[in-house]
């Protein structure tokens, strides 16, 4: 495998997505965890605790998009350009 192949992209898309992958699967665990008390006995600290479920939740998978995002752009973008201008 060179340097700038289709094969090295697409391993560097793989290992970038399985990051994002496990950040928004660790803050959808979070976020679940904090929602379960709603569900159980509704109470002002079970409200509590679910929106900042519902935040954890879209934090995360915002967080998630973010990093995928500025990876890509840090570090396969580059790649494309330097290999493909030769």
Do not use: C
Not at 3 to 22: D, F, R, Y
Not at 29 to 38: D, M, N, Q, T
Not at 70 to 75: L, T, V
Request: net charge positive.
């Amino acid at each position: 495998m060179e340097l700038g192949s289709p094969e090295h992209k697409q391993i560097l898309i793989n290992g970038i997505l399985k990051v994002a992958l496990k950040t928004a699967t660790i803050g959808l665990v979070i976020g679940l965890i904090l929602l379960i008390p709603a569900f159980v006995r509704e109470n002002a600290f079970s409200s509590g605790l679910a929106y900042a479920g519902f935040i954890v939740i879209i934090g995360s998978l915002g967080w998630a998009l973010w990093l995928a995002w500025h990876k890509y752009q840090k570090i396969v973008k580059p790649f494309d350009q330097h290999f493909n201008n030769r």
